[in-house]
């Protein structure tokens, strides 16, 4: 799964007291949890807070299977807009999945996003694990929202936060509640002896350890009894869970649990699923034809189909692939793949289609999604992609209706923030495609050069610039998902430009190869300046230390930080003048300032404590795309020694010098968890081939040549290559 910002970046308050924990759940008219009669209630008192545990005891009639559930509500501590970081909470037992449910009012363009990060022992934490707003939900009605389970490592303790945006207009979102859940679903699963494959190949319910007492109410009745209709569409869906997990039945008994108790359906939403290996595991009960619960009004004459994982931004692993033409195959035999037509409400949906494609969803996801036309060529026989998207002749249309670029002025190589506001003004749902929103674009390239030629009609945004003899619009993003007549989405992409000058940009929106809608909006002036890395004038303001050396302006917030943490040693000397750069972490722009080993970003909203200052993940940033090299690939535990310490959080080692240095200097907090695994590589600043291991924020080279000094160790100056590599230096600057 992929993880968010690195723990240090906002600080704990977990003994804050303005929390309250609600120690009764709602009933099924409740506004949270569906309570189910027999649960025991637990309460609990832990520093003065009150808190709840349900324990589920369920039977097959064979033994029992225990499934604890652990659970935590706070209301009235909320801002209207910003970082909310809840208490630490501790669960009685071990558990693997986390899950939220909240109540509140999300003005259209607001958001509320939410992220968890848990631990084994309360002291060493896992990063953020931005969580997703579920969107397959079975009732029309249902008030809740739901975030998509968390499937995290075995855990006892667990944190939330919640960063809340006002929409562009400055309508602000508000958040009344919030529930925390933990499950473990991890625990030995009541199996069947022996169960036989499906069809020879599907693994069944009791296969991968269904409690199957689950799918009935406390007086013995079926919640939600099977329905049938004829299969008309294959809806393809993603879980958004984790990629590549290493139990994926665990994985299925957790959506299972979350599905039929969570959200009390009384069963699982998808079909079937599909793991990573090609495993296909059957869903909902009830056999052929069997309505699920994956796409509200459109379950009714469709099977839906779950990837396990995530796969915004993940190819999907080709077995998965194959098992789901295979299943498709199966269990679909009457559906023609190259079909199309009208569904339930709507005009030309695909026999074969995603989620996105019958309801307002990024689901399944880019990667996935981007195959679908491959699925149905290979379901057809043939070993090439069937394009059947819906096009709605004169009935399709979109008009930009506002357009903002940030920072203004911008430095040569930054990254530019676009924000494209646009609104379905046709009669026509608006089909979309690739790349998705926060996709970034370097001066020179274009949507074809980057992989995401047109796709007839589907809609995107773009952004020109005057004077462009290229390929019109160049810079092309994707909607949020399917547009509906009447409503309005916000799209923002990213571009680094590269020219110092005056860019006059304006924004279109098209529908590719069929028209542009509207072209040239709201055209505007974006100065980009020279790089701040020239030697500057000493600046007569109280509030700058100036560093002669190198001839720039340190501001004394990070002048402060640089002397207290370590200082040249550790960091070098300052590269830049300070200025506002946009956050490749988390989007927000900062005050920004390179020195040779580090970047310093000032953080207004922690003022007053140690993370008024943070260091960026330059070593992410740095590695990424390399994630699938050999030395960032995890290894295994090797077990208790005096080696190498092994970090889960991660999957790699340290040991010997590199462990010795990383203590003695701060450790986790300054350089973060190991990325790689010791490995040789050529350095960019001084042209020597080094032994190095990546860290989160730094990269440590050995350099035998100063052994008995305490050089024998030394930070790789990485923001100094981020420069070069931005053109902002050369490599002999």
């Given at each position: 799964m992929e993880t968010g910002q690195a723990r240090t970046r906002v600080p704990d308050h977990a003994s804050e007291s303005n929390t309250t924990l609600r120690s009764t759940m709602p009933t099924r008219n409740g506004p949270l949890l569906t309570e189910r009669l027999n649960r025991r209630r637990l309460l609990k008192v832990a520093g003065g807070l009150l808190l709840m545990s349900v324990v589920d005891l369920h039977f097959d009639g064979r033994a029992a299977v225990a499934a604890t559930r652990m659970s935590w509500q706070e209301s009235g501590v909320f801002p209207r807009t910003g970082l909310y970081q809840s208490p630490v909470f501790q669960a009685d037992q071990a558990f693997n999945s986390v899950e939220i449910v909240w109540q509140g009012?999300?003005?259209?363009?607001?958001?509320?996003?939410?992220?968890?990060?848990?631990?084994?022992?309360?002291?060493?934490?896992?990063?953020?694990?931005?969580?997703?707003?579920?969107?397959?939900?079975?009732?029309?009605?249902?008030?809740?929202?739901?975030?998509?389970?968390?499937?995290?490592?075995?855990?006892?303790?667990?944190?939330?936060?919640?960063?809340?945006?006002?929409?562009?207009?400055?309508?602000?979102?508000?958040?009344?509640?919030?529930?925390?859940?933990?499950?473990?679903?991890?625990?030995?699963?009541?199996y069947l002896d022996a169960p036989k494959l499906i069809d020879g190949f599907i693994i069944p319910r009791a296969g991968w350890g269904a409690d199957e007492s689950l799918r009935y109410d406390a007086n013995g009745k079926e919640i939600w009894p099977p329905e049938y209709r004829p299969v008309q569409k294959v809806i393809i869906h993603h879980t958004v869970t984790q990629n590549h997990e290493q139990d994926p039945a665990a994985t299925v008994r957790a959506i299972y649990y979350y599905h039929a108790i969570t959200q009390g359906w009384g069963d699982i939403g998808y079909n079937f699923l599909v793991d990573w290996h090609g495993n296909v595991y059957e869903g909902r009960i009830g056999g052929p034809n069997v309505v699920a619960g994956h796409a509200l009004q459109y379950n009714w004459g469709s099977i839906g189909i779950a990837l396990l994982g995530d796969f915004s931004k993940t190819?999907?692993?080709?077995?998965?692939?194959?098992?789901?033409?295979?299943?498709?195959?199966?269990?679909?035999?009457?559906?023609?793949?190259?079909?199309?037509?009208?569904?339930?409400?709507?005009?030309?949906?695909?026999?074969?289609?995603?989620?996105?494609?019958?309801?307002?969803?990024?689901?399944?996801?880019?990667?996935?999604?981007?195959?679908?036309?491959y699925i149905r060529g290979w379901c057809k026989g043939i070993d090439?992609?069937?394009?059947?998207?819906?096009?709605?002749?004169?009935?399709?249309?979109?008009?930009?209706?506002?357009?903002?670029?940030?920072?203004?002025?911008?430095?040569?190589?930054?990254?530019?923030?676009?924000?494209?506001?646009?609104?379905?003004?046709?009669?026509?749902?608006?089909?979309?495609?690739?790349?998705?929103?926060?996709y970034t674009y370097v001066e020179g390239q274009d949507f074809n050069s980057a992989g995401y030629p047109k796709l007839e009609g589907l809609y995107r945004v773009g952004i020109d610039f005057a004077g462009n003899q290229g390929v019109a619009n160049p810079y092309r993003w994707g909607l949020p998902g399917p547009l509906e007549p009447?409503?309005?989405?916000?799209?923002?992409?990213?571009?680094?430009?590269?020219?110092?000058?005056?860019?006059?940009?304006?924004?279109?929106?098209?529908?590719?190869?069929?028209?542009?809608?509207?072209?040239?909006?709201?055209?505007?002036?974006?100065?980009?300046?020279?790089?701040?890395?020239?030697?500057?004038?000493?600046?007569?303001?109280?509030?700058?230390?100036?560093?002669?050396?190198?001839?720039?302006?340190?501001?004394?917030?990070?002048?402060?930080?640089?002397?207290?943490?370590?200082?040249?040693?550790?960091?070098?000397?300052?590269?830049?003048?300070?200025?506002?750069?946009?956050?490749?972490?988390?989007?927000?722009?900062?005050?920004?300032?390179?020195?040779?080993?580090?970047?310093?970003?000032?953080?207004?909203?922690?003022?007053?404590?140690?993370?008024?200052?943070?260091?960026?993940?330059?070593?992410?940033?740095?590695?990424?795309?390399?994630?699938?090299?050999?030395?960032?690939?995890?290894?295994?535990?090797?077990?208790?020694?005096?080696e190498y310490d092994f970090y889960p959080e991660t999957g790699h080692l340290l040991g010997h010098g590199y462990r010795d240095y990383w203590t003695a200097n701060g450790g986790l907090t300054s350089f973060g968890y190991p990325i790689s695994e010791p490995f040789e590589e050529m350095s960019q600043t001084d042209g020597v081939k080094h032994t190095v291991q990546y860290f989160e924020r730094v990269r440590i080279e050995y350099h035998p040549e100063n052994a008995g000094t305490p050089y024998n160790f030394l930070l790789g100056q990485l923001a100094r290559e981020m420069l070069i590599d931005r053109g902002w230096l050369t490599a002999d600057s």
């Open positions: 009012d999300l003005p259209n363009g607001a958001s509320a996003d939410f992220a968890v990060r848990v631990s084994s022992d309360g002291n060493s934490w896992t990063d953020w694990i931005e969580t997703h707003l579920d969107s397959h939900v079975r009732s029309l009605s249902d008030t809740r929202n739901f975030q998509v389970p968390a499937l995290v490592s075995s855990s006892r303790y667990v944190q939330y936060r919640v960063n809340l945006i006002a929409a562009p207009a400055g309508a602000p979102p508000s958040l009344e509640r919030v529930e925390l859940a933990c499950v473990d679903t991890s625990g030995p699963a009541q190819d999907v692993d080709q077995p998965a692939l194959d098992s789901l033409v295979r299943v498709i195959k199966d269990r679909a035999a009457n559906v023609d793949p190259a079909g199309i037509g009208f569904f339930i409400d709507k005009d030309n949906v695909p026999n074969i289609c995603g989620h996105r494609d019958v309801l307002s969803t990024e689901c399944p996801g880019d990667r996935a999604y981007i195959k679908i036309p090439q992609p069937i394009f059947v998207e819906p096009i709605a002749p004169g009935k399709a249309k979109a008009a930009v209706t506002g357009l903002t670029f940030a920072p203004v002025p911008v430095y040569s190589g930054s990254e530019l923030r676009v924000d494209i506001t646009v609104k379905n003004t046709g009669s026509a749902t608006l089909g979309t495609q690739g790349p998705a929103s926060g009447g409503d309005t989405a916000t799209i923002t992409g990213y571009i680094r430009l590269r020219t110092p000058g005056d860019w006059t940009l304006s924004a279109s929106v098209m529908q590719e190869w069929i028209k542009y809608d509207q072209q040239g909006a709201f055209p505007q002036k974006v100065k980009v300046l020279p790089p701040p890395t020239a030697p500057a004038a000493q600046q007569n303001d109280p509030s700058l230390v100036y560093e002669s050396v190198t001839g720039h302006n340190v501001p004394t917030v990070f002048h402060d930080y640089w002397t207290n943490n370590g200082g040249l040693f550790r960091f070098g000397y300052p590269l830049t003048e300070p200025f506002q750069e946009v956050s490749e972490t988390d989007g927000g722009t900062y005050l920004t300032q390179y020195f040779e080993r580090a970047r310093f970003e000032h953080h207004p909203e922690n003022a007053g404590t140690q993370y008024e200052v943070l260091l960026g993940l330059l070593g992410r940033e740095r590695t990424a795309g390399r994630e699938n090299e050999a030395p960032f690939q995890p290894v295994a535990d090797p077990g208790p020694t005096d």
